[in-house]
């Protein structure tokens, strides 16, 4: 079946460093993607998201790579802060055949990155 | 965005009873969901709730153990019914919101902690 599924678990980096955490992904038909950050005791929260008709996207210390050929998702973030510190999860939505947003998110499984001082 | 409210953020219950979680929105929305994250795993959609018709429900998941209602366009609740400790998890409520154009985002609550003892 469908499925969006992570390389690493776990991620820890020095703070300052960039860190880079990877999403592969298997249904073709996906148009959008999104990153979510979890701390913990709180619901995830949105980073940054693309949408299938672009390979990249920039936010603040955040970009998100596309590669539809592989299918295969990446966020990278800059100057990793020990406030970065969370669990990662991308998640991604299927087409919708007439062209409306139909919501429903499948997610990988998530990487835990880890910022020491 | 919506800001959504879910209560109660935690509780601890006794197997074979029933959890009403409420889920409230700032502004009327069209669909919400409701997301099960059980203890170190992703999350897994349980549902989708649509005002004025019935909960669609994911495979695995049935309306028997889990009821939900829809009364409006700000509130949704979710029930865990007859409860067991694989029970156990978060409970998380999502919302779509438009983002302009025709991008959608989906905001997630802060999610409830259940525990079955």
């Known amino acids: 079946g469908e499925s969006v599924g992570l390389h690493l678990p776990t991620l820890s980096v020095q703070e300052g460093d960039n860190s880079i955490i990877n999403c592969a992904y298997s249904?073709?038909?996906?148009?959008?993607f999104i990153w979510y950050k979890q701390e913990s005791g709180k619901g995830p929260q949105f980073i940054i998201d693309?949408?299938?008709?672009?390979d990249k996207r920039q936010g603040q210390r955040v970009t998100v790579l596309l590669n539809k050929t592989v299918k295969h998702l990446s966020l990278q973030i800059a100057a990793t802060q020990p406030g970065d510190s969370a669990v990662y999860f991308c998640?991604?939505?299927?087409?919708?055949?007439?062209?409306?947003?139909?919501?429903?998110?499948?997610f990988g499984q998530g990487t835990i990155l880890t910022v020491h001082p | 965005s919506a800001v959504i409210s879910q209560k109660p953020s935690r509780d601890i219950c006794q197997r074979g009873t029933s959890l009403t979680i409420q889920c409230q929105v700032d502004?009327?929305?069209?669909?919400m969901f409701w997301y099960r994250q059980q203890p170190g795993q992703s999350l897994t959609l349980i549902a989708t709730?649509?005002?004025?018709?019935?909960?669609?429900?994911e495979s695995g998941f049935v309306i028997d153990k889990f009821p939900i209602s829809r009364p409006n366009l700000t509130f949704s609740t979710l029930t865990v019914s007859n409860m067991s400790p694989e029970d156990s998890s978060i409970y998380l409520c999502?919302?779509?919101?438009?983002?302009?154009?025709?991008?959608?985002?989906?905001?997630f609550g802060s999610g409830t902690r259940l525990t079955v003892v």
């Open positions: 709730a649509n005002q004025g018709s019935e909960a669609t429900y």
């Open positions: 502004s009327q929305v069209t669909m």
């Open positions: 249904n073709s038909a996906s148009d959008y």
């Open positions: 999502s919302v779509e919101v438009p983002r302009g154009g025709v991008m959608y985002g989906y905001t």
């Open positions: 693309i949408r299938s008709n672009m």
């Open positions: 998640a991604e939505k299927g087409s919708n055949a007439g062209g409306t947003s139909y919501g429903k998110l499948t």
